[in-house]
């Protein structure tokens, strides 16, 4: 029987700024978005996020709290979608459900704990969840990130002769496509994660909406310098970050102790459109896509396009709105894990061989 049909992906990223889900009809040669929504995370639960996001006492009962309640929270966000698009329960496939990431640790015996427990979610919507996407292909020796390239090569691989993508999350990863071919792509370092934090402490705002406060402030080049200095950056791929390593601590050991808060912002998206653009140079893509968040950002867009020299545009402009770009892949790679059909890919990952990723869970 063919798993051609409807299905749901569900995507809580690094940022940790709420649930996207969306509903697509996905097919070997189709991929239609047919409703979309995000939902807010409770701020009780988000703040028990970002504490299992670092090492600390009481883990595993605060994990298995924040795993079920987790699943709960995307039995809410499914329910509401297939409620707002007028389909029942019965007319989905699967849910695919990437889950919150808390730790990931690619190496020797390496893993990634992505949180969001799939019986609950399973039971509570009477829908399939595939789960668990990136363990298999860290026991191929892959990094288990990033996932979303073969999503990326399907949607975006006939817009130039070579494209790349850009995923401007919480963390940046890239995709590269030369003649469709998928040739390669990983995790840059920070998105926005240090900007976010950053604004939050000094102006008490989510994100630098339209990255308006960091295009104000001059650049601080030593700090730039500092931060750019970072081994990762220098690191060939295959290679995957997050949080445990570009977080708050990280920052704070490279700060100057007088530095101007605006000025710090500014630095910081420095930071992140010069890893981009440096991470894009020896591929020299003739065009660069944008998606997630950081696509809304008109000030990195901007100076993505100073440093680059090519059009700089949103995934919008080739058919799938930036915001929805990962949600996107976790209801394709759903697809995939019921067709039988590999999702991860070595020339990315580094794994031996592709794999059918994922894990069902019954209602
Ligand atoms: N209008 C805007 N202006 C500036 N930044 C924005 C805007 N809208 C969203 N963002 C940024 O995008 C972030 C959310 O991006 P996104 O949802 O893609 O991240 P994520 O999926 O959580 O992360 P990851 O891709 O690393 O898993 C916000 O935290 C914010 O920094
Ligand atoms: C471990 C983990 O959750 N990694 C995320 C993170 O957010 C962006 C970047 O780092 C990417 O590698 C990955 O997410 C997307 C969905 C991916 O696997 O492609």
Redesign the pocket.
């Known amino acids: 029987m063919s798993g051609d049909g409807l299905y749901i992906g569900l995507?809580t990223?690094?940022s940790v700024d709420g649930i996207d889900a969306v509903l697509a009809r996905v097919g070997k040669r189709d991929f239609q978005l047919l409703a979309h929504q995000g939902s807010p995370l409770p701020d009780t639960l988000r703040d028990d996020i970002l504490k299992l996001c670092r090492s600390g006492p009481d883990e595993i009962d605060q994990a298995g709290h924040v795993h079920r309640q987790l699943g709960e929270a995307y039995a809410r966000a499914t329910q509401a979608l297939l409620t707002q698009s007028g389909h029942r329960p019965e007319q989905i496939h699967a849910v695919g459900c990437?889950g919150q990431?808390v730790r990931?640790r690619p190496g020797d015996l390496g893993f990634?704990v992505?949180l969001g427990c799939p019986d609950t979610l399973a039971v509570r919507t009477g829908i399939p969840v595939v789960s668990n996407f990136?363990n298999k292909d860290m026991v191929l020796g892959g990094q288990?990130?990033?996932?979303?390239?073969r999503f990326h090569q399907r949607l975006f691989g006939a817009v130039a002769h070579r494209v790349a993508v850009v995923?401007i999350?919480?963390?940046?990863?890239v995709t590269l496509l030369d003649e469709g071919k998928l040739i390669g792509g990983f995790?840059t370092g920070p998105?926005n994660v240090l900007m976010d934090l950053w604004i939050q402490r000094h102006q008490g705002e989510p994100y630098d909406r339209d990255g308006a406060w960091a295009a104000g402030g001059a650049l601080l080049p030593d700090l730039l310098n500092s931060l750019l200095a970072d081994p990762y950056f220098r690191l060939p791929p295959p290679k995957?970050?997050?949080r445990e390593h570009f977080n708050e601590d990280w920052l704070q050991q490279r700060l100057p102790a007088d530095a101007n808060a605006r000025q710090v912002q500014s630095t910081l998206a420095e930071l992140t459109v010069r890893t981009i653009a440096n991470a894009l140079n020896d591929f020299a893509p003739q065009r660069l896509l944008v998606c997630?968040g950081g696509a809304n950002n008109q000030y990195l867009l901007a100076r993505l396009h100073a440093l680059l020299d090519i059009p700089v545009c949103s995934t919008e402009d080739f058919g799938l709105h930036p915001d929805w770009v990962?949600a996107g892949?976790?209801a394709w790679l759903a697809w995939a894990r019921i067709e039988g059909e590999t999702g991860n890919a070595p020339a990315v990952t580094g794994a031996s061989r592709a794999a059918v990723l994922g894990q069902l869970t019954l209602p």
């Open positions: 995507m990223g690094t990437h990431t990931h990634s992505q990136r288990g990130a990033p996932l979303v390239p995923n999350g919480g963390m940046a990863n995790d998105g995957s970050t997050g997630g990962e892949a976790f």
